[in-house]
C-alpha cells in the first residue's frame, strides 16, 4: 500500500540524518537542476515516464529495507509510481504529498539560543531552497528578520509561542525569493523595514533601515543595532542583536559570501562587499554569532540542524574572507558565478511592489535551487 | 499539421497525459502522427523527454493560450 509523507517529515529525517531512499519521478533535467540532499539520504532519477510499461527494472536498484519514498513536481506521477511498486514489492511505499512544491515551501524552526538578557532566537530553515529566516521574541513582542512569502508558517509558529510579531525586516532587497515582509506587517499592524538605497524604486511606504538605528522592543528589552554592510545589493544591511548575534543577510554566509551581481551592478559593488568583508566586519566583536539568510550546503547545519558560527572562526575557515588579494577577489566574485536564481528580476520587481503575482506564479517564480553565494 | 488522430488531455494532471499518449500511440501505426493537446504544465517538457527515450519523434510543439500542443510521429 501507498502512504503519503509530508514535506515536513522529510525535512525532520534530513535535520535528524535519518535514513532515507528517494526516487524521484521528474525528468532528469529538473533532478539535476534541484533535488532533496542529505546526508542520510540517498537518491535516485527515473522519469515516470519511463516506466509506463513497468517498474520491474528499476525495482532492482531499490534498497529492500530502507524507507522509500517517491517524488515528483506535484504528487499524481509519484503516486502512480508509488502504486506499481507498492503491488510489485509487496511492501510500504510513501511519496512526497504536494511533490517538490511543498518540500519547496516547507520552513522548519530550530531554536538557536536564548539571549543573555532575555529573549530568544529561533531559525526557520527552508531546506528545499537554502533560506534562512529569524524569530527573535522578546517577551510577548516578536521581531522577524528576512520573512519569505510563506507567512501562514510563521504565524502558526508564533501563535505557538505567544508572540506578535510587530518588526519585519528586510536585510537588502532579495532577487531569490519573494519577501512576506509587508503582508505580515499589514497583518499584525507591524513596521516593515528596508534598506533605503534598496528601496529607491519601491511602491509603498516602509521604515526605513538606516545605519546606527536601534530598535528596542518588548518585555525583554532586546534590542536590534542596524549596521550597514553593502556589498550583495547597495543597500544590504546587517543587524546586531544584543551585541550577541550578527544576521548577515546575503553578505556573509558560513562556507561563502554574497554575490554582488543580481542587481545588475557587479562591478560596481565588489568594492563595497570587499570593504565590508575585509574592513567593517573585522572591526567588530569577533565573538558574534553570525546567522545568514542563506546556507548553500548541507554540511553547513550543525547536527542539530542549526545554521550558525562565530564571526572569528569564519575569518579563519571561510575561503571567501581569506583572498588577500584585492585583484584575485574581485575576480573570485564577478567571473563565473553561478547562473542566477530562477526569475530573479520579476522577483526584486514583485519585492518592490511592482508586480503581483498570483499565488501559483509565486511559487513558480521560486522554485529551484538557491543561488545567492559565489560558489 | 497533418494528423492521424487527436488526443485531448486538457485538464489532466501529470502523469495522466503522457501515459494516455502512450497508449494512444500503441494503438497506431508506424509513420502516423498523434496531436495531442494537454494543459498540465509538467507535460511540456516531459513528454520531449518521453518521445525522446521512446524513441518516436516529436515533430513540433507549440502553446496556444494555456493549451499545449504537440505532433508526435510513431516509430
Same mark, same amino acid.
Given at each position: $500500500?501507498?502512504? +503519503? $509523507?509530508? +514535506? ?27 533535488? &532533496? ?6 537518491? $535516485?532519477?527515473? %522519469?515516470?515516464?519511463? $516506466? ?16 522509500? *519514498? *517517491?517524488?515528483? +513536481? ?5 503516486? #502512480? ?28 524552526? *530550530?531554536? &538557536?539560543?536564548?539571549?543573555?538578557? @532575555? ?19 522578546? =517577551? /510577548? ?14 504565524? +502558526?509558529?508564533?501563535?505557538? &509561542? ?18 512576506? =515582509? ?16 534598496? !528601496? ?16 528596542? #522592543? ?8 542596524? #549596521?550597514?554592510?553593502? =556589498? ?7 543587524? &546586531? ?6 544576521? /548577515? ?91 542566477? %536564481?530562477? !526569475? ?8 518592490? @511592489?511592482?508586480?503581483? %503575482? ?10 529551484? %535551487? ?6 | ?9 486538457? @485538464? ?17 501505426? /508506424? ?45
Amino acid at each position: $500500500m501507498i502512504q +503519503a $509523507m509530508q +514535506a515536513k517529515e522529510i525535512a525532520q529525517k534530513v535535520m535528524n540524518q535519518e535514513e532515507l531512499f528517494i526516487l524521484d519521478v521528474r525528468n532528469t533535467e529538473d533532478y539535476n537542476d534541484w533535488k &532533496i540532499e542529505g546526508r542520510s539520504v540517498e537518491s $535516485m532519477n527515473k %522519469p515516470y515516464f519511463e $516506466m509506463l510499461d513497468g517498474v520491474e527494472d528499476v525495482i532492482t536498484h531499490l534498497p529492500a529495507n530502507r524507507e522509500l *519514498v *517517491v517524488v515528483c +513536481a506535484k504528487e499524481g506521477s509519484a503516486k #502512480f509510481v508509488a502504486e506499481q511498486l507498492a503491488e510489485k514489492m509487496q511492501r510500504e511505499i510513501f511519496y512526497l504529498e504536494g511533490g517538490m512544491k511543498s518540500w519547496s515551501e516547507h520552513l522548519e524552526p *530550530v531554536k &538557536i539560543g536564548d539571549l543573555d538578557g @532575555g529573549g530568544e532566537v529561533y531559525q526557520f530553515v527552508r531546506l528545499g531552497k537554502g533560506c534562512l529566516s529569524y524569530i527573535i521574541r522578546s =517577551g /510577548t513582542e516578536g521581531a522577524l528578520i528576512d520573512p519569505l512569502r510563506l507567512t501562514d508558517q510563521y504565524e +502558526a509558529f508564533a501563535e505557538e &509561542i505567544g508572540v506578535n510579531v510587530l518588526h519585519l525586516i528586510d536585510t537588502h532587497l532579495h532577487a531569490d525569493h519573494i519577501s512576506g =515582509g509587508r503582508k505580515l506587517a499589514e497583518k499584525y499592524g507591524g513596521t516593515y523595514y528596508l534598506p533605503p538605497k534598496d !528601496a529607491e524604486d519601491v511602491q509603498f511606504s516602509y521604515t526605513p533601515l538606516e545605519d546606527g538605528r536601534v530598535v528596542t #522592543f518588548g518585555e525583554d528589552q532586546v534590542n536590534i543595532r542596524v #549596521f550597514y554592510s553593502p =556589498g550583495h545589493t547597495i543597500g544590504s544591511t546587517s543587524l &546586531i542583536v544584543n551585541e550577541e548575534y550578527l544576521f /548577515t543577510g546575503d553578505i556573509l554566509f558560513l562556507d561563502s559570501i554574497g554575490r554582488p551581481d543580481l542587481a545588475g551592478l557587479a562591478e560596481d559593488w565588489v568594492g563595497d562587499l570587499r570593504t565590508t568583508l575585509y574592513s567593517r566586519y573585522k572591526e567588530l566583536d569577533q565573538n558574534l554569532k553570525v546567522l545568514p539568510a542563506h546556507f548553500s550546503k548541507l554540511h553547513e547545519l550543525d547536527e542539530t540542524g542549526r545554521v550558525v558560527a562565530q564571526l572569528g572562526d569564519l575569518y579563519e575557515e571561510n575561503h571567501g574572507l581569506n583572498i588577500e588579494d584585492e585583484h584575485e577577489f574581485r575576480r573570485v566574485v564577478t567571473e563565473n558565478l553561478p547562473p542566477q %536564481p530562477n !526569475a530573479y528580476q520579476e522577483i526584486r520587481e514583485t519585492n518592490m @511592489g511592482k508586480r503581483t %503575482p498570483d499565488g501559483e506564479e509565486q511559487t513558480e517564480m521560486e522554485i529551484g %535551487p538557491n543561488r545567492c553565494s559565489i560558489s | 499539421m497533418e494528423s492521424q488522430k487527436v488526443l485531448d488531455a486538457k @485538464g489532466l494532471a501529470c502523469p495522466m497525459p503522457v501515459v494516455k499518449t502512450k497508449k494512444e500511440m500503441d494503438t497506431l501505426s /508506424t509513420g502516423d502522427i498523434l496531436e495531442i493537446h494537454a494543459t498540465d504544465s509538467g507535460a511540456e517538457s516531459d513528454m520531449a523527454a518521453w518521445a525522446k527515450t521512446s524513441g518516436h519523434e516529436l515533430l513540433h510543439q507549440e502553446k496556444e493560450g494555456d493549451i499545449l500542443k504537440f505532433w508526435i510521429k510513431k516509430k
